[in-house]
């Protein structure tokens, strides 16, 4: 008998394959289409063509999602993913600049591109097995062109949604090849519209951490404009960035297309420059309060209260969770707790935010904020089909009251039955597929002790 899983990937590559999820609660995160008790979710090749109740099942290879909820894939919009084999090297990490000193200055210096390969891969298949469909690499260990294209080909191989942001190394020797390495990787891999793997610039706020030649500026703005491609500004904080923001705004350099990340400390001026140009905003909610960035509190009410719904991110696995269940819950947990904290003594309501946001934050506008929201973030036809199947009858699930709760307070990776991603089904009762987890494991381990005993030799 052939099973559900043989008829998909049979006819994985035929343009006009239909797959239809069927019986599922289907939660679209599309503020029209809202949630669906008891729905059905069509899919034509790589794209979402239908999303309602009782659909016609036609050709269309049927997925019995009975049980449980399907719901756009996670949109990851900032991990360095790079340093994945050292995970929790460091997870008591007490601040940026010993993060800063012990990773980018000790040991990214020493990173080949083999290993480059090998810490993306194991990042982008891990998001892929904890429902994250999207993931933007930060990948600001580019010390040449080799270790740009083997980040680039890890996102390829592992068929994820990744966006390849790239920046030049922090700390150590490299070929000064960035910025302008950045056109050569856009003919080489991203001249094809419609490619799952998408490029863009990685750079930084101010030149505090690195020098002036990374922060943010007319320069490098031009550069992003003339190749057509978006813009992730990673270490905003404080005062000094706080001033970056105004000046951006001012130059004319600072919209839509920008991304800055964390935010925390930032003044309120700076707030109202971003909402008034658009500026999309990625937070990391156990970066900030875990390594303590800033203020250690990440900056949901400063975003909000001019208008601002951020994306989420994982930042570092030197230090952090991998998934993007732990990002939800810490900011669900931490805006709740400043809200109720704010009005003790009070007779004054706190004004919480709830698990719609925090999925809301996680899917539609984590797209929508690094350009992609035409193209994922919700189940919405016409959109690509980057979605999640979620057993809602496992023990620390059951019974299903409420799938948003559910999602955000209930779930992790093991709950994830199916992971699709542009129609292709990456994830299957519970396993990422066409991995071998021996192999990966010996390479993984393999690449890990190279680095650490290049860096403590060096």
């Not at 230090?319 to 009005?343: E, G, K, Y």
Request: proline letters at 5%; aromatic letters at 4%.
């Amino acid at each position: 008998m052939t099973t559900t899983l043989e008829l998909l990937r049979r006819h994985s590559s035929d343009p006009r394959r239909r797959v239809l999820l069927t019986g599922g609660t289907v939660v679209t995160m599309d503020p029209e289409l809202g949630v669906l008790p008891q729905g059905d979710v069509l899919i034509e090749g790589d794209t979402i063509t239908a999303v309602g109740a009782d659909l016609p099942v036609g050709d269309a290879i049927v997925v019995d999602a009975t049980g449980s909820i399907v719901a756009p894939g996670f949109v990851d919009t900032h991990r360095h993913a790079w340093e994945a084999q050292l995970r929790r090297v460091m997870p008591d990490v007490n601040d940026l600049g010993e993060y800063v000193m012990s990773t980018l200055a000790g040991i990214a210096p020493v990173y080949q591109p083999d290993d480059m390969y090998v810490g993306t891969k194991l990042a982008a298949l891990t998001a892929i097995d904890s429902g994250i469909t999207t993931m933007l690499d930060f990948s600001h260990n580019s010390r040449t062109p080799g270790h740009s294209d083997a980040a680039v080909q890890a996102l390829i191989d592992t068929g994820i949604r990744g966006v390849h942001a790239s920046m030049r190394p922090h700390f150590g020797d490299w070929e000064g090849q960035w910025p302008a390495d950045l056109a050569r990787l856009k003919n080489s891999y991203f001249s094809t519209r419609g490619s799952l793997v998408t490029l863009r610039l990685a750079t930084l706020a101010t030149d505090e951490i690195a020098g002036p030649d990374l922060a943010y500026g007319p320069r490098l703005a031009r550069l992003a404009r003339d190749l057509d491609i978006g813009v992730s500004v990673d270490a905003v904080f404080g005062t000094s960035s706080s001033a970056a923001v105004l000046r951006w705004a001012e130059e004319g350099i600072l919209g839509p297309d920008v991304s800055l990340i964390h935010c925390t400390g930032l003044t309120s001026a700076a707030w109202q420059a971003m909402a008034d140009t658009g500026a999309a905003v990625s937070l990391a909610p156990t970066s900030e309060a875990q390594i303590g960035l800033e203020t250690a509190v990440p900056a949901i009410d400063e975003a909000l209260a001019v208008g601002i719904r951020p994306g989420l991110s994982i930042d570092v696995e030197v230090a952090l969770a991998s998934d993007m269940f732990t990002q939800m819950r810490a900011l669900h947990a931490i805006q709740r707790m400043r809200a109720v904290n704010a009005v003790y003594g009070t007779t004054a309501t706190p004004s919480r935010i709830g698990v719609h946001d925090v999925l809301d934050f996680a899917t539609l506008h984590g797209a929508k904020s690094i350009g992609l929201g035409d193209a994922t973030g919700s189940l919405t036809p016409g959109k690509q089909a980057d979605l999640l199947v979620v057993n809602a009858e496992d023990l620390n699930n059951m019974p299903l009251n409420d799938p948003i709760g559910t999602l955000v307070l209930g779930s992790d990776p093991r709950n994830i039955r199916a992971v699709f991603i542009a129609g292709q089904v990456r994830k299957w009762a519970g396993t990422v597929l066409d991995v071998d987890v021996t192999a990966l494991g010996q390479d993984v381990r393999a690449s890990r002790d190279r680095i650490l005993k290049a860096a403590h030799s060096s």
